[in-house]
């Protein structure tokens, strides 16, 4: 499966932005996919997740409530909704796959995602 991401820029805190990322390569509806995000200097970390089934969704505390995971079968896409967004969310931004046997399943490790994009860079000015 390959995932290239797309989406992101500069913005200015308090904006948004809407993260994409394109799957091809594999059967889609088989993944759950996941966000991530790196920011320089600091470990890769966990920012959004959702299922195969496209209903069950997790967020970080970090996002929660300002971010939103959405995925279309159909066109092999996930995507990430951005809003509000500060300053610490500036980080380059992995989409990833990770294969689900069941519909319902998500994960928010890293280490479980068998797939990665190259990553979009999202920077938030203050």
């Known amino acids: 499966v390959q995932l290239q991401a797309s989406g992101g820029g500069l913005v200015p805190a308090g904006g948004s932005l809407r993260l994409s990322c394109a799957a091809s390569?594999?059967?889609?509806?088989?993944?759950?996919m996941g966000w991530f995000r790196q920011a320089l200097g600091k470990e890769r970390e966990f920012v959004g997740a959702?299922?195969?089934?496209?209903?069950?969704?997790d967020y970080s505390d970090a996002v929660r409530g300002r971010f939103f995971i959405s995925r279309n079968n159909a066109e092999n896409a996930v995507y990430l909704e951005m809003n509000s967004l500060k300053p610490e969310d500036t980080a380059t931004y992995f989409c990833?796959?990770?294969?689900?046997?069941?519909?319902?399943?998500?994960?928010?490790?890293?280490?479980?995602?068998?797939?990665w994009g190259q990553g979009t860079l999202v920077t938030v000015s203050s």
């Open positions: 959702i299922a195969r089934n496209g209903i069950h969704r």
């Open positions: 990833a796959a990770d294969f689900a046997l069941c519909g319902n399943y998500y994960s928010t490790g890293a280490s479980d995602y068998e797939y």
């Open positions: 390569g594999g059967t889609f509806r088989n993944f759950a």
